[in-house]
């Protein structure tokens, strides 16, 4: 339980943090602690149900105490917002947490976020030179990422649509993307149960075996089942991805290195992986930007997997700022296609961040 | 006063007696036959607590009971971090029973926790909503997914006669424990070959939030005369 006296200083640093953002032009706005629980669920899928703290109302079914501002706020700007917009808020949201020890179930946000057509590069410079000048003197580590260029290596794959779609919708677990990226190239061996069931699958048509197996159960149809068992058979006959493309992307995967660094090493492999030049473009252009705003890009630490394991909607550039011994004391990144999920046929670019005060008050001595 | 909690009824009830009481420490129901009351005899200072062995993990993360005789699927999905609130005392060696995800036996393109995520993405795509999965144990079922990187499926509560949930269309899927597996298959489920998520069986459970000042030396004489090895509590 926080203490109240603490709970006020803490207010007292959001309140600071939120009149900067005002101050850099965006629009406060508000948004509501019940979310329907379903549009949460549908982004995130069942592992935010253990993350966000579920309820039922009597009327409007499960709702969510809200887990964080970003989809009441996109959902927001989508229905009836300005172009471009640049907003700001202030308010507390609720994590669950799973393990004993001192990590807060309960905290502030405050957060920026710009919807912005022209230049997404100007616009990730902007929100991470805004954040950079809050943070400052807290000694925070910098780290900044790019999803966009390891999705552009991974669209741009020789191999099947089938194989690209798998990899691609496990960007954000990491392990099960390794474990694919291990098989559709060679690295590892078929599972001796996928070899046992393909033998099966090469034993009779599909709706043969299907009928052989016993009382036909379930919603998933029979021609579901054999679309998958013909999509097996299909990729057990794929080639595996080439050994010198393989290479690249586990390379690029754990590509750490100062950012102006990380960009002479992407330079170096995009003719061997055309398929990220855009992307590779992109991070040049957000460089010049961040230069531009007076960040130290020869120093900035980038990693290429960064944001890979956190809410599964960052889609290009992402930054976060780190102390020892807490959680990231601010995060961020671009999150265009959420705005499409959620924008009902329209989309725009879009980015921004959150800064935790509480973390930035106990930084600072005030708690 | 040493409160030890232990199953109200039927088989776990019978097999924890048994354990006690070939080693001395004999336990009974008292009053009627239904009556929800016991007694401890062959060692003073042990008072014994009938409870549904689903309530028990709390009872004991409550310190309401010091011991408690309870399966270890029950204290690992009812519990956050459960070793941290409870200690394992010993296995009793009865009650054994697996957590499983099963499928349909018809779905033939499904062996593994891989072939379900990938059957998730194609159903989804389909049917336009996440492939439901049916349990009682949602904290063990979802921490096995997320580990194993499985996406687009939901989890949706059944609290009994899950393995009927498939045909009755209201899942698509089960995650259950099983000891025979003759259950699921009289239901046309198979099980998927790598999802052993727990291998459960009775435990006898000690509460490391409970008040030991005055139980500590019962606790001692009570582990001699079990042969346990005490750990710190």
């Known amino acids: ?367 | 006063m040493l409160k030890i909690g232990v199953p109200s009824k039927g088989r776990l009830m019978e097999k924890t007696f048994e354990w006690f009481g070939a080693r001395g420490v004999a336990m009974r129901q008292t009053g009627a036959e239904r009556e929800y009351s016991g007694a401890v005899e062959g060692i003073d200072g042990v008072e014994l607590v009938m409870l549904s062995a689903g309530e028990i993990p709390r009872e004991l993360a409550a310190g309401r009971i010091h011991l408690g005789v309870t399966g270890s699927d029950l204290v690992r999905d009812k519990l956050a971090d459960w070793d941290v609130q409870v200690a394992e005392l010993s296995p009793l060696g009865f009650g054994h029973a697996d957590l499983i995800i099963a499928v349909p036996s018809c779905w033939i393109d499904v062996d593994t926790v891989d072939d379900l995520d990938a059957a998730a993405a194609a159903f989804r795509a389909v049917h336009g909503f996440r492939l439901r999965i049916a349990t009682k144990y949602h904290r063990l079922v979802r921490e096995f997914l997320t580990a194993q990187g499985v996406a687009d499926y939901q989890l949706v509560d059944s609290q009994g006669a899950t393995e009927g949930t498939v045909k009755n269309l209201t899942a698509e899927a089960i995650a259950d424990i099983t000891s025979s597996g003759e259950t699921l298959r009289a239901n046309h489920l198979k099980i998927l070959s790598d999802s052993v998520i727990l291998q459960s069986q009775a435990v006898l459970f000690a509460s490391r939030g409970a008040d030991w000042t005055q139980a500590r030396g019962v606790l001692e004489r009570l582990a001699t005369q079990l042969g346990l090895i005490l750990p710190r509590i």
Not at chain 1, 53 to 61: A, E, N, Q, W
Request: hydrophobic share 50%.
């Open chain 1, 1 to 367: 339980m926080s203490q109240p006296g603490n709970k006020a200083a803490i207010r007292a640093e959001a309140s600071l943090l939120f009149a900067a953002f005002q101050a850099a032009g965006a629009v406060a706005v508000e948004a509501d602690l019940l979310l329907p629980a379903e549009t949460l669920l549908d982004l995130y899928g069942e592992d935010i149900r253990a993350r966000a703290y579920v309820t039922t109302d009597p009327l409007r079914g499960e709702m969510m105490l809200r887990p964080d501002f970003t989809v009441p706020v996109v959902q927001a700007h989508m229905a009836d917002g300005a172009d471009p917009a640049r907003y700001c808020y202030m308010g507390e949201v609720f994590r669950k947490q799973e393990h004993l020890g001192n990590r807060a179930s309960e905290y502030l946000q405050v957060g920026f976020e710009v919807f912005d057509r022209t230049a997404p590069e100007a616009a990730d410079a902007e929100v991470f030179a805004l954040f950079a000048g809050l943070v400052s003197g807290l000694g925070l580590r910098a780290v900044t990422g790019d999803i966009g260029i390891l999705m552009a290596a991974v669209r741009g794959l020789e191999t099947t649509e089938r194989r690209r779609a798998a990899l691609l919708r496990h960007i954000w677990r990491p392990k099960r993307f390794r474990a694919l990226l291990d098989r559709f190239a060679g690295r590892a061996a078929v599972p001796a149960g996928r070899v046992a069931l393909l033998e099966r699958l090469a034993g009779g048509a599909p709706d043969e075996l299907i009928a052989q197996a016993g009382a036909f159960i379930g919603l998933r149809a029979p021609e579901d089942i054999a679309a998958r068992a013909q999509a097996l058979i299909e990729d057990a006959q794929a080639a595996p991805i080439k050994a010198p493309e393989a290479a690249l992307l586990y390379d690029l995967l754990g590509l750490q290195a100062p950012a102006g660094a990380a960009l002479g090493h992407l330079r170096g492999i995009t003719p061997m992986l055309p398929a990220i030049a855009p992307a590779v473009d992109r991070f040049a252009h957000r460089l010049e930007a961040l230069r531009a705003r007076g960040v130290a890009v020869d120093t900035l630490a980038f990693e290429a997997s960064l944001g890979r394991t956190s809410m599964e909607y960052y889609d290009g550039f992402v930054f976060s700022f780190h102390a020892d011994g807490m959680p990231a004391v601010a995060t961020g990144g671009r999150y265009d296609a959420l705005t499409a999920v959620l924008g009902a046929g329209r989309s725009i670019p879009a980015v921004g961040g959150i800064i935790r005060p509480h973390l930035v008050a106990a930084l600072k001595g005030a708690i």
